[in-house]
């Protein structure tokens, strides 16, 4: 028998190729859960998620609150649309609906 026989086949592995093979099977990075947008995310098998897992998601999407002044709010929506309309100087009516189109999203409203 050969090395290229059937029996053979695929057992043995010269360093070259083992090394390819190593490159190839390594591990790749899986992002955590928490690290997702709140439109990637399920809706929580228990109903409604909890505000503080959410807090940067609400930062990413207004960079100009604080994180604690997002936890502070509690995902209430007056308080977090009050924020964003002073952040940011748009009306009121303009804050209330990126507040309940996030809020909506995070499957808390």
């Avoid at 190839?24 to 859960?33: Q, R, V, W, Y």
């Avoid at 964003?84 to 996030?102: G, M, N, S």
Wanted: charged content about 30%.
């Amino acid at each position: 028998m050969n090395k290229y026989s059937k029996h053979n086949r695929g057992v043995k592995l010269d360093k070259a190729n083992k090394a390819d093979m190593d490159d190839k099977m390594e591990a790749t990075p899986i992002k955590p859960e928490a690290s997702l947008r709140p439109e990637q995310a399920g809706p929580p098998p228990g109903g409604k998620v909890k505000w503080p897992t959410q807090v940067k998601a609400a930062k990413s999407q207004w960079g100009k609150l604080s994180e604690a002044e997002i936890l502070k709010s509690d995902g209430d929506q007056q308080q977090l649309s009050s924020l964003v309309q002073q952040r940011y100087h748009i009306d009121r009516h303009l804050a209330d609906k990126q507040v309940k189109t996030f809020l909506d999203q995070c499957n808390l409203a």
